[in-house]
């Protein structure tokens, strides 16, 4: 087995980010597997050099220690290239050349406009457009994202699952979350891209991950039909809460493990406020 914790380096590592990097060392040394380490950090506009180190740094003062060399995403962008090409290929994506207010505004016309569980799906006001006004977009120098065809998925893989080890067996639903960006403009690739790859790439068998990313498996199955890679066995973990009963982000500072080392806390202190936080999180869900 081996698994993989696979932070951003755009914030201080919190409580949140412990439970899951303990959670996917557990469960590969209970099967006798390995652990990795992997950071997402393909949206440089975002990241902040010093939170690699401190992040390392963070993960063994609470002994949570993985192999070296760590892989950085944005060292892989000729291979995310390559993916976007053979998607291209497939049919499986479309240019797309709206801005957010334009989308904004094309969903405010549509009565009852199509939902997902991340909001307000694309309106698809791109995916009609012809070759000529395409060339002609982009000959007048605009550049466009790359759009998931979610119909033509649905349609070539009608039948895809991912088995949860939380949730059981999970019928694929390529409409779910719309037709999605794949390939921002800016950087040329999406997660979703991403993290199929380096998965594949890496041989990463058991995927842990929170359950807030459940839909985006959705997508990922069928990214890797397409791609020709193997089905992982999916593990989508609980989410430690922070007080106010959301899940931690960036903004939590007072739960971020440096601030705890800064308040003199002890490795076990801090695992022990995980533990608490990790069983309030469990009983939530259950009731």
């Given amino acids: 087995m081996l698994t993989r914790f696979a932070p951003s380096p755009t914030g201080f590592l919190h ?20 652990s990795l380490l992997r950071f997402e950090d393909i ?8 939170f690699y180190e401190q992040i390392i ?11 070296t060399p760590h892989l950085r995403q944005s060292d892989q962008t000729l291979a995310y290239e390559n993916v976007l090409t053979q998607l291209q290929g497939q049919g499986l994506v479309y240019p797309c050349f709206c801005s957010r207010k ?3 505004h094309e969903i405010s016309r549509i009565t009852n406009a199509p939902h997902g569980p991340e909001g307000a799906l694309y309106p698809g006001t791109c995916k009609s457009l012809t070759d000529a006004e395409i060339t002609q977009k982009k000959q007048q120098g605009e550049i466009p994202s790359w759009r998931f ?3 033509k998925a649905a349609a070539l893989f009608p ?3 991912f088995h949860d080890s939380f949730l059981g067996e999970q019928a694929v639903q390529p409409l779910l979350l719309g037709d999605i960006i794949l390939a921002r403009k800016d950087i040329g690739t999406s997660y979703h891209i991403a993290v199929v790859h380096d998965d594949y790439q890496q041989g990463i068998t058991d995927i842990t991950r929170g359950r807030d ?8 199955r069928v ?3 397409a791609l020709g890679y193997p089905e992982p066995t999916y593990h989508h973990h609980p989410l430690v809460l922070g007080h106010d009963g959301h899940r931690l982000a960036k903004r939590h500072d007072d739960l971020s493990i440096l601030f705890m080392r800064k308040q003199g806390m002890t490795r076990e202190a801090i695992f022990q406020q995980l533990s608490e936080a990790s069983l309030s999180d469990f009983r939530k869900r259950c009731s």
């Fill in 102 to 104: 334009q989308i904004e």
């Fill in 149 to 151: 065809d979610s119909h």
């Fill in 43 to 50: 949206d440089t506009s975002r990241i902040r050099p010093h």
């Fill in 15 to 34: 409580l949140g980010h412990v439970y899951a990097a303990q959670f996917a060392q557990t469960l590969a040394a209970q099967h006798g597997g390995r």
């Fill in 159 to 161: 039948n895809l699952s």
């Fill in 213 to 220: 990313l459940l839909p985006s498996t959705h997508i990922h």
């Fill in 223 to 225: 990214l890797q039909a």
């Fill in 57 to 67: 740094e963070d993960l063994n003062y609470l002994d949570l220690h993985f192999p």
